[in-house]
């Protein structure tokens, strides 16, 4: 999501303007600003293109064929000029990328440059340069729609939230896509799980001398120098394929442009509703990757054949459709929401036994509830699983933190369990290492134990000395006492923290058989399986409250007394 404040007041402000500029429609505003972006942006992959090549000694492969259409040139221009230039040459030529014939021709061949005022034009292209939009550690052309769609109020009508780019790339880390898999997301939206997967390719594939990491391990420098000519040109034309349902081409457009400013020169990103009888692919991918609709409106009768005829639910559908797609043996990373886990309706037992008895589910991520805050609170997981094949036992991590406040700030924090999520998936299979995991957990606890004890032994020493404050002649003493040993509890805290933090951490991964699930009807929640050990919490003996209970009866009754006294004095 679009987390930096600056940036976020610079769209509300560009927004602003294009709406008073005559863009009445938000849809509108919202693809026109996306044609700028774009501009702006391929102007700058031909700046960083022309640095490396001229770094390298290579030739250069311009994607503008004329000076005269680039960004950095006609915005310098007068208004009246500037808006001549995009409307007759530069917006012309930008839906000839992607060559005749290709999913992005067809995408922009109605398109339009809806911006006829040149001082708008102006106002807007100076907006955008002070965006700088080429320094932001992310997704942002993405990140820009989805928070431009969240102000219609029609995000998430039909369940669709973009994914966050840190969880795409955790899922395709995860799948480890590979030269000449073909990988497809059949619910694409703005294409965030192709662009991930292109990015994987060329990060597995390029010299780590020429990566750099920012501060929020993403990398740059990607070359794709070490895939031979086959799987480039693969890679470039076939690996990738995307569908999206948006009739509007909005989305399509977008999702295109995505894919071409990171390096895809002809996209295959199709309008298709992939449920419908009209979709009959079938065994033609390797590599599944998606977060498909939760909910939304279905055309029952034109639902593919393939498909449940009577689920109602596009979630379930999605997941059966995931498996038609997938050749024997291709794998699959795609969320669901909660309810798909635990689900106990014949639709949601079925998929599940399907996915576990029929082909093998390799792995169950639950992940915390606000990973799509603040467009939904839904609690989601991530299923990898893989087509045919047989489930023996699944592999569980309960996540709790993803790196970002689960609130609808989503301000990013030190906690996050992706980087052990992902340590414990890739060593999964390895003894040494789960061995090691266990033998660490063991240690901890054993540490832990004898503290934990203290612990409780400091709040019956404080629970006593606080009723002695109150009965006691010597309210000073056991009062200097007790805050004695609220300060030992403090630091025997500050000592058990930790070691219960590392505890927490190394039991989110764990292992279920199938059988266990199978006799809990395939649930798959992994708070169902999940051993937490519960903290033994202090409890006065009932014979001590007695005792006390006696003793403040026995005060009172003289306090009573006392009292009584002192009114039979005339």
Known sequence: MLTDTTLRSAVEALWDK???GGL??????????????FLKRLDERQQDAERDAKLRGKK??????????????WTQLPADAALKQVKEAVFPFIKTLGGAGGSFAAQMENAEFKINKPSLLIEACKAIDAMRISSQNQDVQGDLYEYLLSKLNTAGQNGQF???????RMMVNMRD???GERICDPAAGTCGFLVNAWQHLQETHTDPRDITYDEEGYPHGLTGSKLTKEEWEFSQTKALTGFDSDSGMTMLRIGSMNLMLHGIAAPNFRYTDTLSKAFTEERAYDVVLANPPFKGAIDSA????????????????FLHLFLRLLENGGRAAVIVPDGVLFGFSKAHVDIRKRLIEENRLDGVVSMPSGVFRPYAGV??????????????????????????????????VAESDIPDVLECWNYRQDTKFQQKRVQRLTDLQKQIAPLKTDRLEHHAIIHRLKFEEVVSNTTDKARAAREKAE?????????????????????????????????????????????????????EMPRVTLERLAQLEAVAAGEVAVLKEGLDKP
């Open 18 to 20: 294009l709406w008073s």
């Open 24 to 37: 009445a429609n938000p849809l509108d505003a919202i693809e026109q600003l996306s044609f700028l972006l």
């Open 60 to 73: 250069l492969m311009p994607i503008f064929t004329s000076p005269d259409l680039r960004w950095s040139h």
């Open 162 to 168: 973009r994914t966050p780019r840190h969880i795409i």
């Open 177 to 179: 896509p590979r030269p």
């Open 302 to 317: 034109d639902v593919n054949p393939t498909l449940p005829a009577k689920c109602k639910k596009t979630e379930i559908l």
């Open 379 to 412: 609690s989601t997981a991530v299923l990898l699983f893989t087509k045919g094949g047989t489930t023996e036992k699944i592999w569980f991590y309960d996540m709790e933190h993803d790196g970002y406040s689960l609130d609808d700030k989503r301000q990013k």
């Open 487 to 539: 300060s030992e509890l403090s630091e025997l805290q500050s000592r058990i923290t930790p070691l219960q933090t590392e505890i927490n951490q190394l039991t989110r991964q764990f292992w279920v058989t199938k059988d266990q699930v199978k006799a809990n009807k395939y649930d798959l929640s992994a708070s169902r399986y999940r051993q937490v050990e519960q903290d033994e919490e202090f409890y």
